[in-house]
């Protein structure tokens, strides 16, 4: 008989794979505010329409809000998100309220 524990460890994706739907990868150079007094580098590796996943070395632990900021061609934009897990190699950002550059961000990929 299977058991909740055998059948998690046992599957390949995770709940929060099949949540997120569709993600974009991608390499963007991000700094993570939010946390110390100094922001932290990180590499935004994938995106979607709900959040994102950044390689970085920060020692940073779940129910945190930050703010990634993401340069663009003559500004920035910044994207707040709760951090919803955390993994050694980075974290997984859920986006909270998003500006309107922000959106049109995300809306150019995603539709």
């Known amino acids: ?29 991000v700094e993570i505010h939010g946390w110390s007094d100094r922001p932290q580098i990180g590499i935004m590796y994938n995106f979607s329409s709900g959040g994102m996943f950044i390689v970085c070395n920060a020692s940073l632990y779940g129910n945190r809000c930050v703010d990634v900021v993401v340069p663009a061609v003559g500004a920035t934009i910044s994207f707040p998100g709760l951090v919803i897990y955390r993994r050694s190699y980075g974290i997984g950002l859920m986006f909270l309220q998003l500006d309107s550059a922000a959106q049109a961000f995300v809306k150019k990929y995603f539709d």
Do not use: A
């Open 1 to 29: 008989m299977k058991t909740p524990s055998n059948t998690l460890r046992n599957h390949k994706k995770t709940d929060l794979d099949r949540r997120l739907g569709m993600r974009r990868r991608t390499l963007v150079l």
